[in-house]
């Protein structure tokens, strides 16, 4: 159950978006418009958006290149997360990776199946950090991006969220680099 405690201030943060596609372009994105769309609305800051091809080496070069940021603390990602030939966003975001976080994953198909029954096995949607920027890859449909913003990271990307939430851990997810 999400909890929202009012007490609290909201902190937004810099969200990034990427769409991964070797045919969408700006105007027929819709899967990557609808995240850019409910960030904002959330009260959340689009730090960038792109549409990146469906190849492992790009989609890592623009990860990077956001992990590097200091105006990037979360990076979203549509598209590539099937099984087909093409599709290979886990693949790169696992390369980066400095944690996982399979929950995203497990909590993601476990939603997912409700609305879609057992059709959520082949979404390969995954999370983890990075150089303390979050990183979160959803499937390449709309309603789906939806689903993660609506059922998941609304919450989860919101300080107020209780009992915890990942916003409130960004000031500790560089520790192990001043030790």
Excluded at 22 to 27: F, G, L, P, S
Excluded at 88 to 117: C, D, N, W
Excluded at 142 to 167: E, G, K, M
Aim: net charge negative; charged share 20%.
């Amino acid at each position: 159950m999400s909890r929202i405690d009012e007490s609290r201030a909201f902190v937004p943060v810099n969200i990034a978006v990427m769409t991964v596609s070797n045919t969408r372009t700006e105007d027929d994105d819709r899967s990557g418009n609808t995240l850019v769309e409910r960030l904002q609305a959330a009260g959340h800051q689009l730090a960038e958006k792109k549409i990146v091809k469906d190849n492992q080496e790009a989609i890592i070069e623009q990860l990077q290149a956001w992990i590097a940021s200091p105006n990037v603390d979360i990076v979203l990602s549509t598209g590539g997360t099937g099984v087909t030939g093409h599709d290979v966003t886990p693949e790169a975001f696992h390369a980066v990776y400095e944690k996982h976080i399979p929950g995203f994953g497990e909590l993601f198909r476990m939603l997912s199946y409700q609305k879609i029954g057992t059709s959520t096995i082949q979404s390969r949607a995954t999370a983890g950090v990075a150089n303390g920027t979050y990183l979160f890859a959803v499937p390449g449909s709309t309603s789906a991006c939806r689903d993660a913003w609506d059922d998941i990271l609304v919450y989860q990307l919101d300080i107020r969220h209780r009992p915890c939430n990942f916003i409130e851990l960004i000031p500790r997810l560089r520790e192990h680099k001043t030790s």
